[in-house]
């Protein structure tokens, strides 16, 4: 199940590259024959956070200080674009990532993230921006606060932006709820209903039983 997400204050990393899709969050190579879950973080961003040789890149925003504890990503536009890979999420989290704030996401990328207790944040793209000239004026130092409940986020100077977001989607984030968990809550409704159609349309729940 996911992680429950109420609020967070940390610090955030600024990637703003455009168009990050799911091979660059992780290579396909690091997926086939890995099914083992908490193995992925080491390998998130690998072709911009490694040189040729395996060593860190020390240019890669990750591998500096005081970014290697950041829990929140400002990202570029269309963020995890490209292919359906649940893994691009399983390694970010794993990695230590709890919210993503950006102008735009892939669309698959974006529900996997509800699925695994990560908050995407889609707001305008000046919002973004100034997020990520706050952070980078302080160096890192200066924290990002979230607020799921409020739907609000706090600039490192004290800036306050709103954000929208699927009530269902934010009530499974804040309950550390997948999709099967919040149909389940709704199991009554769901047997309500199955019960009224068996009476009304027998036939149906019978067809291809044998007598």
Not at 63 to 79: D, W
Not at 149 to 162: M, W
Request: with cysteine.
């Amino acid at each position: 199940m996911p992680k429950p997400f109420t609020r967070l204050t940390a610090i955030a990393a600024p990637v703003m590259r455009t168009n990050i899709d799911t091979d660059v969050i992780i290579r396909i190579d690091r997926i086939v024959g890995n099914s083992v879950r908490g193995s992925l973080g080491k390998w998130a961003f690998g072709a911009l956070r490694y040189l040729p040789g395996g060593s860190e890149n020390p240019e890669f925003i990750l591998n500096r200080e005081p970014y290697r504890q950041a829990e929140i990503l400002v990202t570029g536009p269309n963020f995890g674009c490209g292919s359906s890979r649940e893994a691009a999420v399983w390694s970010l989290q794993e990695m230590g990532i709890r919210a993503v704030i950006g102008s735009g996401f892939g669309d698959i990328f974006f529900a996997n993230c509800f699925q695994n207790g990560i908050l995407p944040i889609a707001v305008d793209k000046e919002i973004v921006d100034s997020l990520a000239a706050e952070v980078e004026h302080t160096q890192g130092a200066g924290r990002i606060s979230v607020d799921l409940e409020a739907q609000t986020v706090t600039s490192p100077s004290g800036k306050l932006y709103r954000f929208e977001i699927d009530p269902r989607r934010r009530a499974g984030l804040l309950g550390g709820l997948d999709e099967i968990a919040l149909t389940l809550q709704r199991d009554h409704e769901i047997r309500a209903f199955q019960s009224a159609d068996r009476a009304e349309r027998p036939w149906i729940h019978f067809a291809g039983k044998s007598a």
